[in-house]
DNA sequence: CTGAGATCCTGTCTGC
DNA sequence: TGCAGACAGGATCTCA
């Protein structure tokens, strides 16, 4: 589901309500996740207070005061957190995770279950964060990173940039868009990249991102943020399941496979 | 090392 | 109306 921008707009909302409160119970409804829920670890968190909420690629990071043990948590394709009252909590169908404040109930729903759940006492070390590219919105990601990296490799720029090992943050619909003010195909070979071609592609990228964290993400079909708001950047989708290209009004877009997934793209705009 | 493809899971929509 | 099959914001794992 969610991608940096709604995964930002989450971790915004989830910060100012939980930032410096206590953790008074948890419960583990159903540990069935992409992995399981450790529910003798999640126990260790209970009475203990958080200090910050974070964001790296599309993980969720909370920290704890005076403890090494840090929550992590990916929302995978349709995670969804949300808060209720402790006297208006109702136990919801694929509710995982309930974790209680004095006043209120941090609530974990992921019907498809590719979401996850994980403490860890070595951040740096823990081996879904470890390998994770560079934040696109930092100077770290630039046109010079990205090319030497595409030289490298062969595979599609598509993939490429939705590789969480090279940039983190990138998924399906924000790579079409990126591709296509780029006026890159998809389905081009990395190494064919030119530096002009990445320069365009890392201020493509840097742009919508941050375009779309300002109007709270995007939502296709069930994304909500954490206030159970939809985002806004939908609207200002430029070829993501479109029909017609926007600047060449007459041509459809095309929607081929790649590795598996939908990728829209005009064949008039973004040449091989 | 790379890249292609299968895989985890449920819900919804399309077409016969 | 029913049912099979395709498809969906992700990312890891296996295998060649």
């Given at each position: ?22 953790i008074k119970k ?74 209680y404040f ?171």
């Amino acid at each position: 589901m969610p991608e940096l921008p709604e995964v930002e707009t989450i971790m915004t909302l989830v910060k100012s309500r939980v930032e410096n409160k206590k953790i008074k119970k948890t419960k583990v409804i159903n540990p069935k996740l992409r992995w399981p829920i450790e529910t003798r670890k999640v126990k260790y968190l209970e009475d203990k207070t958080i200090r910050s909420v974070s964001r790296r690629g599309k993980y969720l990071i909370f920290k704890f005061k005076s403890q090494k043990e840090i929550l992590i948590i990916h929302l995978g394709m349709t995670g969804i957190i949300s808060f209720k009252k402790i006297e208006d909590y109702e136990k919801h169908k694929h509710d995982h995770l309930l974790i209680y404040f004095s006043d209120f109930i941090f609530i974990f729903n992921d019907v498809r279950k590719f979401g996850s759940i994980h403490i860890s006492n070595d951040f740096n070390k823990m081996f879904l964060i470890k390998n994770l590219g560079v934040e696109p919105l930092s100077s770290d990601f630039n046109t010079e990173y990205l090319y030497e990296l595409s030289k490298k490799r062969s595979c599609t720029i598509k993939e490429f940039i939705m590789n969480q090992k090279i940039v983190v943050g990138v998924g399906n619909i924000y790579a079409a868009e990126a591709l296509f003010l780029s006026k890159i195909h998809p389905a081009m070979r990395t190494n064919k990249l030119t530096l002009l071609k990445c320069k365009k592609l890392v201020r493509s990228i840097k742009s919508i991102l941050s375009k779309a964290i300002k109007m709270g993400g995007t939502t296709i079909k069930d994304y909500v943020n954490a206030e159970g708001k939809p985002g806004y950047f939908t609207q200002e989708l430029l070829i993501y399941q479109k029909d017609k290209c926007p600047i060449h009004k007459n041509n459809k877009v095309t929607n081929i496979k790649i590795s598996g997934r939908a990728s829209y793209f005009c064949d008039k705009c973004q040449i091989k």
